[in-house]
């Protein structure tokens, strides 16, 4: 599990300072203390004895400033004292002998004491703005990550994460589902809650829902449960707990605690109304598939069956007054609109399959040549109309495709270049090597594709104009072309002829590392 790298403020308000931590700062201010004796030792010793008063102050407001209030009167009182002992005559006693020394000293407490406790103020305001501080900046990052969380489970695992380290507790995050609350998300991991604490949970839950106070928990909980809400209402429940006795939240905990749930709530708001909006735009493409689908059926099944019942009705009652040559028209027909059918259902199937996944290709080397060919072959009848032009690269390497797939793509290609192409125009195919790809190009004469619908084709059901609906077709070919191919690992696209009008289909092949031993041989 990937937690989120949120920096946390090193120094925490709400931690208690260490018993070790406490001697250490006497200690520094001693040592501040003992350093400005020495240099006063030194001073006295180079004829400035008095400096040495300032010399202590100096001390007295370093310990002070690094270590706050109470080490920093300790330095004030052993400043004065040690200033007493080796200064002021009588020396080596704490005694003073001279009034006017006297005078001094109280005056040099006085200042010591008065100059310590304003550096203290001092750095007490330095530390709660740099606290501060680092808390906006937690803050901030705490947003930027749940803006940039995709996924509710990330989402959550986000909060979580940052309720914990802010507020040094356990976390435990409950969202609803249905009627009641389930557990989604904690730090440490956790995905269930004891039955008590569930409850407790739920009447939380509950007053959230119904009333505007927020009650936090029955105080049986040894969670405290607290909900997160947005304008909108509650999105969710946030649990906390802690081993520390003392009441869980202080009051700025708690108003860090708000402005977390806050932005939680907001972000978890945010994922679940771009989850609705995904959810009814499913529902609403599903529905233009079902529509699409059900008057493709309509029309390209029963214009083929109509024509097919009609052909045969007439050969069947009418066969005796009928000649030849028209028996021989309604037979044709009906095979005619029988293979129509036929590659409609075929159509139908294949993208049935493409979408249950249960297209696996079989890949073996192959010669694209070959299957050129044999799709040329299949699509003969239907290209009787228009001449086909084909050049095909002399050193064009094998490649490893699924000879039946990509047969029926290059079909589907050609059946369309014809079907948007005036007869009696050219359609050409070129398939051409390049370093680590082979390119096919299948184009045509036609009127070609306008620019916003190069990509759209390729979406199920969708066809360019409302003419193209009087051609047959199912608005299937070329997503079914796609969805191949890619199972192939190739690619392809749309585009429109740059030399002149029709529409260019480009399919693209990576050519294997290796080419087969017989080949290389
Ligand atoms: P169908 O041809 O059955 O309608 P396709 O998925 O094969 O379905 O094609 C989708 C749409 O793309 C077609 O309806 C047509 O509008 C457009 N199209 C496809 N091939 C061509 C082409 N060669 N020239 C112009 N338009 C084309």
Request: aromatic share 8%; net charge negative; charged share 20%.
């Amino acid at each position: 599990m990937n937690f989120p790298t949120i920096k946390v403020a090193t120094r925490s308000r709400f931690g208690a300072t260490g018993f070790g931590q406490i001697s250490l700062a006497y200690m520094g201010s001693g040592g501040f203390v003992a350093v400005a004796l020495l240099i006063g030792l030194l001073l006295q010793w180079a004829g400035a004895g008095p400096s040495a008063g300032l010399v202590f102050l100096t001390a007295v407001l370093m310990s002070a400033v690094t270590y706050g209030l109470w080490p920093g009167l300790f330095a004030c009182v052993a400043s004065t004292l040690a200033y007493n002992f080796f200064f002021f005559p009588p020396l080596y006693t704490l005694s003073i002998a001279d009034r006017r020394n006297a005078i001094t000293l109280v005056i040099f407490g006085v200042v010591a004491l008065i100059a310590s406790n304003l550096a203290a103020r001092i750095r007490s305001q330095t530390m709660a703005t740099e606290e501060r501080a680092a808390m906006m900046e937690n803050l901030y990052l705490f947003s930027r990550k749940l803006a940039g969380a995709f996924t509710l489970d990330d989402l959550l695992w986000a909060i979580a994460f940052q309720f914990a380290n802010m507020l040094h507790v356990r976390v435990i995050i409950l969202l609803p589902d249905g009627a009641a609350l389930r557990v989604r998300a904690g730090y440490p991991p956790e995905d269930r809650l004891d039955p008590i604490e569930l409850r407790a949970a739920e009447q939380v839950w509950n007053s959230a829902n119904t009333e505007d106070q927020d009650r936090g928990t029955a105080p049986h909980s040894k969670h405290l449960f607290l909900p997160m809400r947005t304008g909108r209402g509650p999105v969710g429940i946030v649990g906390i707990e802690s081993d520390e006795t003392s009441a869980l939240l202080t009051d700025e905990q708690r108003r860090l605690f708000d402005s977390l749930a806050d932005q939680a709530a907001l972000a978890i708001e945010r994922l679940n109304l771009s989850e609705d909006i995904e959810k009814a735009r499913l529902t609403a493409e599903t529905e233009r598939l079902r529509s699409a689908l059900l008057t493709s059926i309509s029309h390209d099944l029963k214009t083929p069956l109509a024509s097919i019942l009609g052909s045969a009705s007439t050969l069947k009652s009418q066969r005796s007054a009928l000649d030849l040559s028209s028996q021989d028209e309604l037979i044709g027909t009906i095979h005619e609109e029988a293979e129509r059918l036929s590659r409609f259902i075929a159509n139908l199937l294949d993208m049935t399959r493409l979408e249950s996944g249960a297209i696996e290709p079989k890949l073996e080397w192959i010669d694209l040549g070959d299957v050129i060919g044999s799709a040329l072959r299949r699509a003969g009848p239907v290209l009787a109309h228009h001449t086909v032009h084909v050049g095909i690269d002399d050193d064009l390497p094998m490649l490893k495709l699924d000879p039946v797939l990509f047969e029926q793509c290059l079909f589907n290609l050609l059946d369309n270049a014809r079907k948007y192409s005036a007869p009696g125009t050219q359609i050409r195919l070129r398939a051409i090597r390049s370093d680590e790809s082979v390119r096919l190009e299948i184009s045509d004469e036609g009127d070609g594709i306008p620019d916003y619908a190069l990509e759209r084709i390729f979406d199920k059901f969708y066809r360019v104009q409302a003419s193209d609906k009087k051609r047959a077709g199912t608005g299937l070919g070329l997503p079914i072309c796609r969805g191949f191919i890619a199972a192939m690992g190739g690619s392809i696209a749309a585009s429109n002829r740059p030399d002149k009008r029709g529409a260019l289909f480009t399919i693209v092949l990576k050519v294997p590392a290796e080419q087969p031993q017989d080949r290389a041989a």
